[in-house]
């Protein structure tokens, strides 16, 4: 009877266990399967997102890279106000000299002179409503609100259809 039991132990096994390892080969090529199709799938969403990301990058940055002393010029123009401003403009300084930083400023200074301009004639004509607006325009570009508002209530007493001028631009 032990012996007979063993026999069907036997014959049992040999049935199930080919199942058994074509089962276990099956799911291994599942696997191997699904992780070939999620890797794909990856590298895909990968070079998708960099191509889409590479056609958001700013032309001013391959100019630089190439170069290009008008593309520094206008990063820093537009980085002005950040605390990153003067390491930046250190670095540029290092690469093209000294009067790369006359060139970021050439703009101001020009504003300045001519605000000084217009002030030296404001002294001879100091009713001049034109050379009062100017002034007002001038100081509020530049960001100079409390200068800006007192040329431009000098120019309103002058002539209060300013306003108006100022509220329709």
Do not use: W
């Amino acid at each position: 009877m032990k012996r007979r039991r063993e026999k069907i132990k036997l014959a049992i096994s040999k049935k199930l266990f080919p199942t058994f390892i074509s089962s276990i080969h099956h799911q291994k090529k599942v696997v191997k399967k699904t992780l070939f199709l999620t890797s794909c799938a990856g590298v895909i969403a990968f070079l998708i997102i960099n191509i889409i990301l590479s056609q958001l990058i700013d032309s001013s940055y391959f100019r630089m890279i190439n170069d290009d002393q008008r593309a520094g010029i206008y990063y820093l123009q537009s980085i002005r106000k950040l605390p990153q401003f003067s390491l930046e403009l250190s670095k540029f300084k290092n690469i093209y000299g000294d009067s790369f930083e006359k060139a970021v400023f050439a703009e101001e200074l020009s504003q300045r002179d001519l605000i000084q301009q217009i002030e030296q004639l404001l002294q001879k004509n100091p009713y001049s409503r034109d050379l009062l607006y100017r002034l007002f325009f001038l100081y509020d570009r530049m960001g100079k609100k409390i200068p800006a508002q007192e040329y431009l209530q000098r120019a309103k007493a002058i002539d209060p259809s300013i306003l108006l001028k100022v509220i329709n631009n």
